[in-house]
């Protein structure tokens, strides 16, 4: 009997958590919301106004980002968020690589229609066993081989488009707070001076947004309106107020209702709290062994049967 409640106290939690990220990827998949964060990163869109993005740069009407299991399939259905690329990339070899929300933008300067494909993704654990940056460049190479088929044929590599990948870390650790960081490929003259054109080889760009707490000098802008956006501690109309109030977003009832559903099903304290406590007894325990048994820290973790994933996170825990 007790095994059956604990296994049904997991179903709910998992279908709890299941509704928060899904509540989480509407917020950030609006159309205001993502032209403040292409404001902020990327560098095409720094001098127009939320609104021009918003209206004129996002490509698509509005609607809600589904799942495809298929590079070539469409995206279905209307909706209030953004429509944007499948949401899902799959090799038969790969299985399913899953992209929170993925959408089409326009370049400002050139007028025409080319296409900026842009993935963004909410990231709670920064140390999920590999390293965060790799999964990054490996989403963007995927992004841009996808193209194939669609954007070019055969040999007409001239037509890859730019791919974005950002990457929202909502607990990132402490030396990471409240900073923004980009990645991209530049180019460097080793022998001789020449310049290839820019466009031809600034193809792919990682952005990592990785969010704070107030107190610290660069907590504002972005990096503000997302942690008041994501935030499980603050009340939904303390929210709306901040959006309204500090940057001038407009309460539609779409946005409304997705502030108030998220904070209804915000398990994020609980989360963390629960998180907490399993890294602190983990960490206790490990630390207890080397003492006791003078184990390695490799030792303890095996002796303890701490999952090779995590074994990664512990031991830069042990180290700091």
């Not at 402490?174 to 466009?199: D, F, M, S």
């Not at 109309?237 to 500090?246: R, V």
Request: proline fraction near 2%.
């Amino acid at each position: 009997m007790e095994i059956e409640n604990i296994l049904a106290k997991n179903i709910t939690a998992t279908g709890e958590k299941a509704a928060y990220d899904a509540a989480c990827k509407r917020l950030l998949a609006n159309k205001v919301i993502l032209a403040w964060i292409m404001k902020s990163c990327l560098e095409e869109y720094k001098t127009h106004s939320i609104s021009e993005i918003a209206e004129k740069y996002i490509e698509g009407n509005p609607q809600i980002a589904e799942a495809a299991v298929n590079p070539d399939e469409t995206v279905g259905d209307s909706g209030e968020q953004i429509r944007g690329a499948n949401t899902e990339d799959s090799t038969i070899q790969e299985g399913t690589i899953t992209y929170d929300i993925r959408f089409l933008a326009i370049v400002p300067r050139t007028g025409e229609t080319i296409r900026l494909i842009i993935n963004v993704e909410a990231q709670n654990d920064f140390y999920p066993g590999y390293p965060l940056m790799k999964r990054a460049i490996y989403y963007c190479s995927r992004m841009i081989s996808s193209q194939y088929g669609s954007e070019f044929t055969e040999t007409h590599y001239e037509n890859i488009r730019k791919v974005y990948s950002i990457w929202i870390c909502s607990n990132p650790p402490k030396k990471r707070e409240n900073t923004i960081t980009r990645y991209r490929v530049q180019e460097e003259n080793l022998v001789g001076q020449i310049a290839e054109r820019k466009e031809n080889y600034d193809l792919l760009t990682v952005v990592m947004i990785c969010l704070g707490h107030a107190g610290d000098d660069n907590y504002t802008g972005i990096l503000k309106l997302l942690d008041v956006l994501l935030s499980s501690e603050k009340e939904a109309e303390e929210k709306k107020k901040i959006l309204q109030n500090d940057f001038d977003i407009a309460m539609t009832k779409t946005l409304e209702s997705e502030v108030s559903a998220m904070c209804n099903l915000s398990k994020g304290v609980e989360e963390r709290g629960i998180a907490i406590g399993v890294e602190t007894t983990t960490l206790n325990a490990i630390q207890n062994l080397m003492e006791t048994l003078k184990l390695t820290a490799e030792q303890a973790m095996e002796a303890l049967k701490v999952p090779e994933a995590e074994k990664v996170k512990y031991a830069g825990m042990l180290k700091s």
